[in-house]
């Protein structure tokens, strides 16, 4: 599960649009987007477990934090919680302005 999420945000932050990126961990993806107010809202993995999320969370977050583009500011992924069931691993996405000519 991890090496498929792991590719998906490669392809997804590997694109030359993408400014900044955040990996993290919610229970309401609309609500997390709003806070965030970023451009794109993916879901890595969805759980009951929020257990299991975190440990997926934080690896996806370990595997990418070196990277310039990645605003996570430790190893353990951001979290927000707003009384959702579900749990889920999203990634944040900022893109660049695009040129005005």
């Not at 993408?18 to 890595?44: H, N, P």
Request: proline share 1%; net charge negative.
């Amino acid at each position: 599960m991890i090496g498929e999420a792991r590719k998906r945000v490669s392809a997804i932050v590997g694109r030359h649009e993408v400014e900044e990126f955040c990996i993290g961990r919610t229970d309401d993806t609309d609500a997390a987007r709003r806070q965030k107010d970023c451009d794109e809202m993916v879901v890595l993995y969805e759980t009951e477990e929020v257990d299991e999320a975190r440990v997926v969370a934080d690896a996806l977050t370990k595997a990418f934090l070196g990277l310039q583009k990645c605003s996570n500011k430790g190893e353990q992924a951001e979290e927000s919680s707003f009384g959702g069931r579900k749990n889920y691993v999203c990634l944040a996405v900022w893109n660049r302005e695009a040129p005005t000519y």
